[in-house]
């Protein structure tokens, strides 16, 4: 049997989704999660982006062990220069450039002849193999590109040491039949091609990235390019859960296998969600709340007779358990760490004591704590942005014949601060008490609240976005989109904590905005 590489670009192309943008701290986190879940390729960010992307990607090579981190650049010396300097450092580095090859692009977006455009793919792939042993090109927009001019390109950067050539349907564009057989002719046509490994990079436009990724597989491709919970640009990218799952599955068809360790797929699946605020659908194959659960009564009859009736692969094979954990108020701190433990999470002595405490709390609150809850409770204690404010109360009175008023009190930069605010209900007017305080400006663009578990003393967890003008690297300012998120059993406290937890994030980017600029002004 073959392997398959999985390369996971969640911290480029996953980051690039509108709201997704994650700290520094968080693209730590998940790299490290990533190293766990033993993918082969992290595809860390586009250093040429931000002076904090460049940061961030030469950490993850600094800190992150086992897989090799890799750059995105385009084909100019800069970017693949800054590329450079961002992973240097890495046990394995890779550097990862890219130029269009459609006509369409070429046209409109490049405005570049063939000529040129193959010129500069040979004379940036062979700069970057000056500087780097482990050198991946992609033609971008394969999917639509004139095959012929796609070999000719090829041939050329194989002859400068690419060692990986990935083939990107940038757009989604590809059928599966159509996506195989452009792996196929490449396999057939580009000399030199036994040199190097074939990559697939397919985006989800038509819902078809993970066909179009085991097309790819099934016709000789090794490397399979993929996001968790398949984040990405527009509609996303090919899900890694998905690919991992169905060759592992369907290991006999595909004669093909991944050192994934499956088991750690929820556990990343999660982290990545909560990171991002982009919520998992509960119908979403593998990580989906409902993937393994069975209402019908001839499905339940089934599964309950042989789970193999209904199940073609077990909960626990992703990282679930069959059934939920009962703990209480009397539970101690070591069956709480081992249901930590065997849930993937590996949380210091510190963090184990500031969840603990919030779980007394709810288990004071409710009969059941469920598997459901105490991760709500991780991510709403452990996994929110930096804090520069920070909610202590939060007092609202409400009701049909009077006005919802709120009182909030915050601690900040100026101490501990409180105010009050009236608004149309509860929510609005602990909002508005809160914008009294922090005083910046942004729009409320989404609002949404789900409960964790069932019954009437279910934790509840709120998501919101925000979007406020920022400046970028050069001062000026464009519009960019926060999340943010919050559990509590009660909702109105939910709510303030997911408004907070959005305001630190772009209070955060502010001030990374300020540090570059006042960091160019030295230059």
């Given at each position: 049997m073959?392997?398959?590489?999985?390369?996971?670009?969640?911290?480029r192309?996953?980051?690039?989704?509108?709201?997704?943008?994650?700290?520094?701290?968080?693209?730590?986190?998940?790299?490290?999660?990533?190293?766990?879940?033993?993918?082969?390729?992290?595809?860390?960010?586009?250093?040429?982006?931000?002076?904090?992307?460049?940061?961030?990607?030469?950490?993850?090579?600094?800190?992150?062990?086992?897989?090799?981190?890799c750059?995105?650049?385009?084909?100019?010396?800069?970017?693949?220069?800054?590329?450079?300097?961002?992973?240097?450092?890495?046990?394995?580095?890779?550097?990862?450039?890219?130029?269009?090859?459609?006509?369409?692009?070429?046209?409109?977006?490049?405005?570049?002849?063939?000529?040129?455009?193959?010129?500069?793919?040979?004379?940036?792939?062979?700069?970057a193999?000056?500087?780097?042993?482990?050198?991946?090109?992609?033609?971008?927009?394969?999917?639509?590109?004139?095959?012929?001019?796609?070999?000719?390109?090829?041939?050329?950067?194989?002859?400068?040491?690419a060692t990986?050539?990935?083939?990107?349907?940038?757009?989604?564009?590809?059928?599966?039949?159509?996506?195989?057989?452009?792996?196929?002719?490449?396999?057939?046509?580009?000399?030199?091609?036994?040199?190097?490994?074939?990559?697939?990079?397919?985006?989800?436009?038509?819902?078809?990235?993970?066909?179009?990724?085991?097309?790819?597989?099934?016709?000789?491709?090794?490397?399979?390019?993929?996001?968790?919970?398949?984040?990405?640009?527009?509609?996303?990218?090919?899900?890694?859960?998905?690919?991992?799952?169905?060759?592992k599955?369907?290991?006999?068809?595909?004669?093909?296998?991944?050192?994934?360790?499956?088991?750690?797929?929820?556990?990343?699946?999660?982290?990545v969600?909560?990171?991002?605020?982009?919520?998992?659908?509960?119908?979403?194959?593998?990580?989906?709340?409902?993937?393994?659960?069975?209402?019908?009564?001839?499905h339940?009859?089934?599964?309950?007779?042989?789970?193999?009736?209904?199940?073609?692969?077990?909960?626990?094979?992703?990282?679930?358990?069959?059934?939920?954990?009962?703990?209480?108020?009397?539970?101690?701190?070591?069956?709480?760490?081992?249901?930590?433990?065997?849930?993937?999470?590996?949380?210091?002595?510190?963090?184990?004591?500031?969840?603990?405490?919030?779980?007394?709390?709810?288990?004071?609150?409710?009969?059941?704590?469920?598997?459901?809850?105490?991760?709500?409770?991780?991510?709403?204690?452990?996994?929110?942005?930096?804090?520069i404010?920070?909610?202590?109360?939060?007092?609202?009175?409400?009701?049909?014949?009077?006005?919802?008023?709120?009182?909030?009190?915050?601690?900040?930069?100026?101490?501990?601060?409180?105010?009050?605010?009236?608004?149309?209900?509860?929510?609005?007017?602990?909002?508005?008490?809160?914008?009294?305080?922090?005083?910046?400006?942004?729009?409320?663009?989404?609002f949404?609240?789900?409960?964790?578990?069932?019954?009437?003393?279910?934790?509840?967890?709120?998501?919101?976005?925000?979007?406020?003008?920022?400046?970028?690297?050069?001062?000026?300012?464009?519009?960019?989109?926060?999340?943010?998120?919050?559990?509590?059993?009660d909702?109105?406290?939910?709510?303030?904590?997911?408004?907070?937890?959005?305001?630190?994030?772009?209070?955060?980017?502010?001030?990374?905005?300020?540090?570059?600029?006042?960091?160019?002004?030295?230059?």
């Open positions: 073959e392997k398959v590489y999985i390369f996971d670009t969640t911290l192309d996953g980051e690039q989704s509108p709201g997704a943008t994650m700290t520094m701290e968080e693209k730590l986190d998940v790299a490290k999660q990533l190293a766990r879940l033993r993918v082969d390729v992290i595809e860390a960010g586009f250093p040429a982006a931000s002076p904090g992307d460049l940061a961030a990607v030469r950490q993850i090579a600094l800190e992150v062990e086992g897989p090799v981190i750059a995105l650049a385009r084909t100019t010396k800069d970017d693949i220069d800054k590329a450079w300097e961002a992973v240097r450092h890495a046990a394995r580095p890779r550097i990862h450039t890219f130029i269009a090859t459609s006509d369409i692009h070429l046209e409109h977006k490049l405005r570049m002849t063939r000529q040129q455009v193959l010129k500069v793919a040979r004379e940036m792939v062979a700069y193999k000056e500087k780097c042993e482990d050198v991946e090109f992609s033609p971008e927009d394969a999917g639509r590109s004139d095959p012929e001019f796609l070999y000719e390109v090829l041939e050329a950067v194989l002859e400068e040491g990986v050539l990935n083939i990107p349907d940038t757009v989604g564009y590809c059928l599966p039949d159509e996506f195989g057989a452009l792996i196929a002719g490449i396999r057939q046509n580009v000399r030199g091609i036994e040199r190097c490994i074939i990559s697939t990079h397919c985006h989800n436009d038509l819902g078809l990235a993970t066909a179009n990724s085991l097309a790819g597989v099934k016709a000789g491709a090794r490397q399979v390019e993929c996001t968790i919970n398949g984040i990405g640009e527009r509609a996303g990218n090919a899900p890694l859960e998905e690919v991992v799952m169905a060759l599955v369907r290991r006999t068809l595909f004669d093909c296998y991944t050192d994934i360790v499956t088991e750690q797929i929820h556990r990343t699946s999660q982290m969600s909560q990171y991002t605020g982009i919520r998992v659908q509960p119908n979403k194959a593998i990580v989906g709340a409902n993937a393994f659960a069975h209402e019908a009564g001839i339940q009859a089934g599964y309950l007779r042989n789970p193999m009736t209904y199940e073609i692969m077990t909960p626990a094979s992703v990282g679930l358990t069959q059934s939920s954990l009962v703990l209480g108020k009397h539970s101690g701190r070591n069956a709480f760490r081992a249901r930590l433990q065997e849930l993937g999470y590996h949380l210091s002595d510190q963090e184990i004591d500031r969840v603990f405490a919030r779980f007394k709390e709810l288990a004071d609150k409710k009969k059941t704590v469920t598997d459901a809850d105490i991760e709500a409770l991780i991510e709403d204690e452990l996994y929110q942005p930096g804090e404010y920070r909610l202590e109360l939060v007092q609202v009175t409400c009701g049909d014949h009077c006005i919802p008023t709120a009182t909030v009190r915050l601690s900040g930069p100026n101490g501990v601060v409180q105010d009050a605010g009236l608004g149309t209900g509860p929510v609005d007017a602990v909002y508005r008490a809160i914008n009294r305080i922090v005083r910046e400006p942004n729009e409320l663009i989404e949404s609240v789900e409960s964790v578990t069932e019954g009437i003393d279910a934790v509840g967890r709120v998501t919101i976005r925000i979007e406020a003008d920022v400046p970028d690297a050069n001062g000026n300012a464009r519009k960019k989109v926060y999340s943010g998120r919050g559990a509590d059993t909702i109105i406290v939910a709510s303030a904590k997911a408004y907070i937890s959005a305001l630190n994030k772009l209070l955060g980017a502010r001030q990374q905005a300020k540090s570059s600029a006042h960091g160019e002004a030295g230059l």
